[in-house]
T-cell receptor, first 107, second 112 residues
């Protein structure tokens, strides 16, 4: 099945710093999403981005499907950005999750 | 508000007890899914239903059964709970094909 790898596994930032999270996947996909799981456990859909670039406020994402990776950019990080960021890709029928990047933004 | 609703939010079971987790979506999506999340791990698929009337096993189906009651509702049943089933359970829905998923807020289940 499809393998999804995320890096780095853990990231600690000072408030205001920028960061880049990476997601590599092993096969062609027709669906890629980025999720933020907040400290209360809620999964929040950030981007649906099977290819190209999207931006939403301080967050943006780029997927290069032909090279099988996606990047999530967080600019001017805030403490509320803390949590776990998951990349999930879909091949045939099911969405497969990476193990996530745990982000801690300190004031 | 449109979305995916799961009940209950928290549950404690004794080993051997049974229970059903409920999930309902109001977005008219065809496909629905049950995932579990264990500490330090991503989500793993238990069962999914590509459309009303169909269900299929995911990565970790053992110990679970599902029912797609209608287009809106997809339930997950634990017939005889085991401590290994202590986890956070998420329900999700999507349109058929390459579309994004919407997740419920999760059910935190503890089996003692």
């Amino acid at each position: 099945g499809i393998q999804v790898e995320q890096s780095p596994p853990d990231l600690i930032l000072q408030e205001g710093a920028n960061s880049t999270l990476r997601c590599n996947f092993s096969d062609s996909v027709n669906n890629l999403q980025w999720f933020h799981q907040n400290p209360w456990g809620q999964l929040i859909n950030l981007f649906y981005i099977p290819s190209g670039t999207k931006q939403n406020g301080r967050l943006s994402a780029t997927t290069v499907a032909t090279e099988r990776y996606s990047l999530l950019y967080i600019s001017s990080s805030q403490t509320t950005d803390s949590g776990v960021y998951f990349c999930a890709v879909k091949g045939f029928q099911k969405l497969v999750f990476g193990t996530g990047t745990r982000l801690l933004v300190s004031p | 508000n449109a979305g995916v609703t799961q009940t209950p939010k928290f549950q404690v079971l004794k080993t051997g007890q049974s229970m059903t987790l409920q999930c309902a979506q109001d977005m008219n999506h065809n496909s629905m899914y049950w995932y579990r999340q264990d500490p330090g791990m991503g989500l793993r698929l238990i069962y999914y239903s590509a459309s009303e009337g169909t269900t299929d096993k995911g990565e970790v189906p053992n110990g679970y059964n599902v029912s797609r009651l209608n287009k809106r509702e997809f339930s997950l049943r634990l017939e005889s709970a085991a401590p290994s089933q202590t986890s956070v359970y998420f329900c999700a829905s999507s349109e058929s094909g390459p579309y994004g998923y919407t997740f419920g807020s999760g059910t935190r289940l503890t089996v003692v």
